[in-house]
């Protein structure tokens, strides 16, 4: 299984790759993320190669580990679309982030120091400060989850969760534009540190940490759904 590393900007990377690849999957990914390649969108590896000056087969290597990630999906001699998933898909991203967080935030409870908590803290005014930007706010909110997952002490566990939080997090920053909200409908992210620091046990801390994740589901699977009954155009 690759490992991964976090740049300071907060995207996940290939562990110890610095090559072409890198560069054109920080590069691609970012776009995804941040909503400028949509979902549906097709982008082909020499479109790509000629906007970051690479080659093509770096391009192609970086779709492949997209694609293993879910953002984006690869066509027979086509090049590649960004994964557009459907409501149901939606919901079982959920429900993963919400039954893998849950088990975090039981293994986290067992070592949450004051330390952590004045991070989370921090992590949590950040992303309310974000709230007039909705793709800044949406990936402060990434990563304060990210950062509770890993105090979990699981590598493997909190990479999981990560890749989970980067298939939602374009449908989120649209669900939270086009509605016009600052953040989504979910419990207080300082509430949620509090009961899992003060769970008396840690099922309790697991149960916590579900709830928090489905509170947002039902909103953002509405929005979903309704965005998938609207027609649209395709060019000719």
Do not use: C
């Not at 490992?3 to 290939?14: A, C, E, I, L, S």
């Not at 080659?55 to 290597?61: A, E, I, L, T």
């Not at 898909?89 to 959920?94: I, M």
């Not at 540190?193 to 769970?199: G, M, T």
């Amino acid at each position: 299984m690759m490992k991964f590393t976090t740049t300071g900007d907060g995207n996940r990377v290939p562990a110890g790759d610095t090559s072409a690849r890198r560069i054109a999957y920080e590069y691609i990914r970012s776009h995804i993320l941040s909503g400028e390649f949509e979902g549906a969108q097709r982008i082909t590896a020499e479109e790509i190669a000629g906007s970051i000056g690479l080659s093509r087969m770096p391009v192609r290597q970086a779709l492949g580990q997209l694609q293993a990630e879910g953002l984006v999906t690869l066509l027979a001699n086509r090049g590649a679309i960004v994964t557009l998933p459907t409501v149901d898909q939606v919901r079982e991203l959920f429900e993963m982030r919400a039954v893998l967080e849950g088990l975090a935030a039981a293994l986290a409870r067992k070592s949450l120091t004051d330390m952590n908590i004045l991070e989370l803290k921090t992590l949590n005014m950040w992303m309310e400060n974000m709230r007039p930007d909705p793709k800044a706010w949406t990936s402060r909110h990434g990563e304060f989850h990210r950062v509770l997952a890993a105090l979990s002490g699981r590598p493997r566990l909190t990479q999981q969760i990560e890749v989970l939080h980067a298939s939602l997090q374009p449908i989120i920053a649209m669900h939270i534009s086009a509605s016009k909200v600052s953040h989504l409908a979910e419990n207080s992210h300082l509430d949620l540190v509090e009961a899992i620091r003060s769970s008396r046990n840690s099922r309790t801390a697991e149960n916590v940490a579900r709830a928090h994740v489905m509170a947002s589901a039902d909103g953002v699977l509405a929005f979903w759904a309704a965005r998938a009954a609207v027609p649209r155009l395709r060019p000719a």
